[in-house]
């Protein structure tokens, strides 16, 4: 089974409701928040240094979408 992990923000609605689909699919996945977490930013930016919308949906270590039905929030820079 792929390696999922889902970078977001809790204050974005398109990472809650990507969330509730991937819970809804019952699909295992490791959530951060790339605005509490500094790390998890760098980790983001690691994949992929253009992104800077959140949410972003990793699978096995590559980006797979970023945005949640062409939306998103965008996550300023520190």
């Known amino acids: 089974m792929a390696n999922l992990e889902l970078y977001g923000s809790a204050r ?41 919308t959140v949410p972003v949906l990793v699978e096995d270590g590559k980006v797979i979408q970023v945005g949640w039905q062409g939306r998103g929030c965008i996550v300023e820079s520190e």
């Open 12 to 52: 974005c609605p398109y990472t809650q409701e990507l969330r509730e689909w991937l819970e809804w699919t019952r699909r295992d996945f490791t959530e951060y928040d790339v605005e509490a977490d500094s790390d998890a930013r760098a980790r983001m930016h690691a994949l992929d240094s253009s992104v800077r």
